[in-house]
């Protein structure tokens, strides 16, 4: 059984840091891609970042900049490194892996930024 757990939420002041972490265990093929969501209360999930395989990182226009993401392979693990932190990033982070096809989401970690 695939378990996605995302670590490292809490709460900040404006212009802080958090460093989020996402272990994904009991998968057993390669994992293509990890991504980072975020759902503010009363508002859509959006997408904050992508890291591939190779390296490759995508971020959101809101982020880029601020947030870095980073993974190891190996480990099936990875870092959503959060720097200079606002308010509007207050939301529940989850963490997704694509794997042999199939998406594995975990339960996600509540940031909280205040003003």
């Known amino acids: 059984q695939v378990q996605v757990v995302e670590s490292g939420g809490g709460l900040v002041q404006a212009g802080g840091s958090l460093n989020l972490s996402c272990v994904v265990s009991?998968?057993?093929?390669?994992?293509?891609?990890m991504v980072w969501y975020r759902q503010a209360p009363g508002k859509q999930r959006e997408w904050v970042a992508t890291?591939?395989?190779?390296?490759?990182?995508d971020y959101a226009v809101s982020v880029k900049g601020r947030f870095t993401i980073s993974r190891a392979n190996a480990k099936n693990t990875g870092d959503l490194q959060m720097n200079s932190l606002k308010f509007e990033d207050t939301a529940v982070y989850f963490c997704?892996?694509?794997?042999?096809?199939?998406?594995?989401w975990g339960q996600g970690t509540q940031v909280t930024v205040s003003s």
């Open positions: 890291i591939h395989s190779g390296g490759a990182t």
């Open positions: 009991g998968v057993t093929s390669s994992i293509n891609v």
């Open positions: 997704m892996v694509n794997a042999a096809g199939y998406e594995y």
